[in-house]
């Protein structure tokens, strides 16, 4: 059974940071990619950003330069690190694997985020 577990969201001040983890169990986590989305109140579903199995890396404009995803596979864990955050950055965030058999991909719980003074 595969299993994503997210964490280290919260509420913090414009211009803060927060790192997200996502621990992967059940698949062979080094051979897939690895996305983040993001859902903010009322909107759609917004991809964040990508890292593939071998760490290239990919990133909405919109975190660009504010952003970094990396992944340990050592430990089955990716992560997020967000700086620079901002009031629109609010959302519930999700990681995400797809695979060939589950193009849709597997869903963690998602953490929220609050960015607000």
């Known amino acids: 059974q595969v299993q994503l577990v997210e964490s280290g969201g919260g509420l913090v001040q414009p211009g803060g940071s927060l790192r997200l983890s996502c621990v992967a169990s059940g698949i062979d986590f080094s051979i897939y990619p690895m996305r983040w989305y993001r859902q903010a109140p009322g909107k759609q579903r917004d991809l964040v950003a990508t890292?593939?199995?071998?760490?290239?890396?990919d990133y909405a404009d919109s975190v660009k330069g504010r952003f970094t995803i990396s992944r340990d596979n050592s430990r089955n864990t990716g992560y997020l690190q967000m700086n620079t955050l901002k009031p629109e950055d609010t959302a519930v965030y999700y990681c995400?694997?797809?695979?060939?058999?589950?193009?849709?991909?597997?869903w963690g719980q998602g953490t929220q985020v609050t960015v607000s003074s």
């Open positions: 995400v694997i797809a695979t060939i058999r589950r193009p849709s991909g597997y």
């Open positions: 890292i593939d199995s071998r760490g290239i890396t």
